[in-house]
């Protein structure tokens, strides 16, 4: 019998409401601090729309940057609705405009003396402001959207997608700025989707940890005790002396690893331990999938 897909619930809570306003509110803020303060003083490139945008409001001054960022944006609303969901079209249109409304009010001033210096603000401050829009229910638009759907899809991360896609658009508008702008926005760029992955992430991230120690028992029943996560016991067999193996393996938080970490070295200071990032844990107790 076919069963109809359930519609995704739009609003969840009033509260969950509330942080994804403030969220995407603060990121806005930030975004247009980085942009009106230092990439348009500094003449530096951005990706992007925003980039794109940037190009068309140097030619056609007398139109609004954020009025065109918004225009720029609407064929990829469609494709948020489709591919994502329609909580995350909602929030990101109401992003898209708060972009547009900061872009239009806020106007700092930041001037360094070192280009250097206003290209590694401006990432942290684009790439927390991004970050924190991405941690709501839903983005800014532009190629946050395009990050999103590849993340949900084929599992490729927020920062690296953007990036990837900023390069790109840099590389297509470079021919109207100068070579030494090109590169400052490079470091932009790269710094600002290093910032993404680590707020979006944050510290929901999850490592894969192996255990071999001749006390694995022991080992096993503090993890579950003490740590409270699952523990696979895995046959296995060295492959120098022959001699079985019992390779304990588990899922762990990364505020855990330092508890697990002095845990196995009480038990058993000569075990073998082995402790690698994961990309993603699907499991109602651990996981960490996207919340879009």
Not at 57 to 71: A, C, E, M
Request: hydrophobic fraction near 50%; glycine fraction near 8%.
């Amino acid at each position: 019998m076919h069963v109809k897909n359930k519609p995704q619930t739009l609003f969840i809570s009033p509260q969950q409401v509330l942080r994804d306003v403030l969220l995407i509110s603060i990121g806005s803020v930030l975004c247009a601090v980085a942009i009106n303060g230092i990439l348009a003083r500094q003449n530096f490139v951005a990706g992007g729309i925003t980039g794109i945008s940037l190009v068309i409001h140097k030619f056609i001054p007398t139109v609004p940057l954020g009025w065109i960022y918004l225009i720029l944006n609407v064929p990829l609303f469609s494709l948020a609705w489709m591919a994502v969901g329609r909580r995350f079209f909602f929030y990101s249109m109401f992003g898209a405009f708060t972009l547009t409304l900061s872009l239009a009010v806020v106007h700092v001033s930041i001037n360094l003396e070192d280009k250097m210096l206003n290209a590694l603000l401006a990432g942290l401050i684009l790439g927390a402001g991004a970050g924190l829009c991405l941690r709501s229910s839903g983005s800014q638009g532009g190629t946050d959207i395009l990050s999103v759907m590849l993340l949900k899809r084929f599992s490729v991360s927020i920062g690296n997608t953007i990036l990837a896609v900023n390069a790109l658009v840099l590389l297509l508008v470079s021919i109207y700025y100068s070579i030494e702008a090109v590169l400052y926005t490079l470091i932009v760029l790269f710094v600002g989707s290093k910032v993404v992955n680590l707020v979006v992430t944050g510290l929901s991230q999850r490592k894969a940890v192996f255990i071999i120690s001749s006390k694995w028992e022991q080992i096993s029943e503090e993890i579950l005790k003490d740590i409270r996560r699952g523990v696979t016991i895995i046959q296995g067999k060295g492959g120098y002396a022959r001699n079985d193996e019992h390779i304990l393996y588990a899922v762990i938080a990364f505020t855990e690893i330092g508890p697990l970490k002095r845990l196995v070295e009480d038990i058993d200071p000569a075990a073998f331990v082995v402790i690698s990032d994961t990309l993603e844990v699907v499991n109602y107790r651990i996981g960490n999938q996207p919340h879009w």
